[in-house]
């Protein structure tokens, strides 16, 4: 038998290269979030925090870091805005990412399996308000924990995946497990909100 072959025949698919975004993409980012903002008809402040967040996202996408990002922390600060900045400015350039929440995604593990699937296997994942969610949920009579099955099968598949929540570290282990909080701490860098809400 052939040892270099044997060997690419083992070797796992190479990991998906980070976003090759042109110009300055902190500025760019920025410009995603204000239009999210103005579409929520909110003001846009532009304060420290919200430009501190936006420069480590963008470090995020174009650097060399994990391929998940948890945006946690408190209410009303700004996470999902963010999610969707990230969404925008991405699919401006191409890249498409699939969108849902917590909820909706425990919904569909319930009533469309199918559709479940193509989620849990989007190359591109976001999910907003990871907390909200029913943990478990009844499909034709069996249990299922929709939530802990997408994580668990993004961390073996290495996917790309956003993530926000008003959870800090040590609900997530309340919540999910312990088994879970673990595979967070490899899969996700995370960017905690201390910020208070903007919402008026």
């Known amino acids: 038998m052939d040892k270099e072959l044997f060997k690419q025949a083992l070797a796992e698919e190479p990991a998906s290269p980070r976003f090759k975004l042109p110009g300055n993409v902190a500025e760019q980012l920025e410009e995603c979030y204000k239009i999210v903002v103005k579409r929520r008809e909110i003001p846009y402040s532009g304060d420290a925090n919200t430009l501190g967040v936006i420069n480590k996202v963008s470090k995020w996408l174009t650097g060399d870091y994990k391929r998940c990002l948890l945006l946690y922390g408190s209410v009303g600060s700004g996470k999902t805005t963010m999610a969707e900045s990230i969404c925008k400015l991405l699919g401006f350039y191409g ?3 699939l969108s849902t929440s917590a909820l909706d995604l425990s919904r569909t593990a319930r009533e469309d399996t199918e559709k479940f699937s193509y989620i849990m296997n989007a190359k591109m994942l976001c999910i907003d308000d990871m907390g909200i ?12 924990s929709p939530f802990v099955e997408v994580i668990y099968h993004r961390y073996k598949k290495k996917l790309f995946t956003v993530v ?3 959870l800090v570290d040590e609900d997530i282990k309340d919540v999910y497990g312990e088994r879970v909080a673990d595979r967070f701490k490899e899969m996700f860098d995370k ?3 201390t910020h208070k809400s903007y919402r008026r």
């Open 164 to 166: 926000t929540s008003n």
């Open 191 to 193: 960017i905690y909100y």
């Open 133 to 144: 969610e029913p943990i478990t949920v009844k499909h034709y009579g069996s249990e299922i």
């Open 95 to 97: 890249y498409t990412i």
